[in-house]
């Protein structure tokens, strides 16, 4: 789709693209944002979540503090970092700002891994009632971003959310169990859950 006007991009901007399916993304070279809706959806089952046994052991073994939306946007921060040399990320300050903005209104969260007093894995994504849109992940220790990914399936099923949007399938999610069904069936199942009152927290 073509991108909004950028004054235009905003919290509220957000709430209404992820009511109609849609997530934006940068353009790197041009600065411009782009909405998406992509057919095949991505998403992984709550109750289908797959956890090979070595990090099952690195989930029990405590190497991580897990915490909850303590440094929000220092997530995004680190999610925004290119992962190579060549990597460009589609996540720049506006992005950061108007996802600060939904955080400060309960709608976006963190899930983060700590080390002492230091930040070593998270995600992030939007919550709208029973919906939680993924975002983006970062690791800087091995299997910090996955024992983040543990902990909030654990969380939404808690809570009693229907829905984990990942949006694209790649290797590193499918290994726990994400799935593509057809945008028309994302639809049904977004409805549903954006239509079924759930709180992230007390």
């Not at 950028?6 to 041009?30: D, H, K, V």
């Not at 303590?70 to 990597?87: G, I, L, S």
């Not at 543990?150 to 590193?172: A, K, S």
Request: proline fraction near 5%.
């Amino acid at each position: 789709m073509s991108p909004p006007n950028e004054l235009e991009f905003n919290s509220q901007l957000l709430i209404n693209a992820y009511s109609q399916g849609l997530f934006p993304m940068a353009e790197p070279q041009t600065g411009e944002i782009y909405w998406y809706c992509p057919d095949p959806r991505a998403i992984l089952p709550l109750d289908q979540l797959r956890v090979p046994r070595s990090l099952r052991k690195r989930v029990k073994s405590n190497v991580f503090k897990i915490r909850y939306d303590t440094a929000f946007k220092e997530v995004m921060q680190a999610c925004a970092k290119p992962r190579t040399t060549d990597d460009q990320t589609w996540i720049d300050d506006r992005i950061i700002n108007a996802y600060c903005d939904l955080h400060h209104m309960g709608l976006a969260h963190s899930v983060e891994a700590w080390q002492g007093e230091q930040l070593v894995g998270g995600l992030y994504g939007v919550s709208l009632n029973a919906l939680f849109a993924g975002e983006s992940m970062f690791s800087r220790k091995t299997d910090a971003s996955k024992v983040c990914l543990v902990h909030l399936v654990e969380h939404l099923n808690q809570r009693g959310y229907q829905l984990l949007d990942t949006q694209f399938q790649n290797d590193h999610i499918a290994q726990f169990g994400v799935i593509e069904i057809p945008k028309d069936e994302y639809m049904k199942q977004l409805d549903q859950a954006i239509n079924t009152p759930v709180s992230w927290g007390d």
